[in-house]
């Protein structure tokens, strides 16, 4: 099993700037994929982006390529999801995931996850 612990949410202004980390525990070797995905008030679970274990590949949502970037530190078993220019449509709750396959926007494909954490943007 991998166990997920997300940190870095909270309340902020639009405009600003804010990085989650999900740190990995447990069968951390058995990891490839890490991803982030939210969930906004009424609305359904959405892919944000994903990296492989390695950091060779990323992939992302059309919706935040320009603004957020996602990046792993193997060394300390945690991956990033750094997020700029934020917009009060943006408050979600911001889960981690991990998966043992390819890179992929299904959230089925990710077999272990974070509790989640709150971002809220104010206007």
């Known amino acids: 099993q991998v166990q997920l612990v997300e940190s870095g949410g909270g309340l902020v202004p639009a405009g600003s700037s804010l990085t989650l980390a999900c740190k990995a525990s447990?069968?951390?070797?058995?990891?490839?994929?890490l991803g982030w995905f939210r969930h906004g008030p009424g609305e359904g679970q959405e892919f944000l982006a994903a990296?492989?274990?390695?950091?060779?590949?990323?992939l992302y949502a059309d919706s935040v390529k320009e603004r957020f970037t996602i990046s792993r530190d193997y060394t300390k078993n945690s991956f990033y999801l750094h997020m700029n220019s934020l917009k009060p449509e943006d408050t979600a709750v911001y889960s981690c995931?991990?998966?043992?396959?390819?890179?992929?926007?299904?959230?089925?494909?990710?077999?272990?996850w974070g509790e989640g954490t709150q971002v809220t943007i104010s206007s």
């Open positions: 447990g069968r951390t070797f058995t990891i490839y994929t």
């Open positions: 990296i492989t274990w390695s950091g060779a590949a990323t």
């Open positions: 995931a991990v998966g043992h396959r390819e890179l992929s926007r299904n959230a089925a494909q990710y077999q272990h």
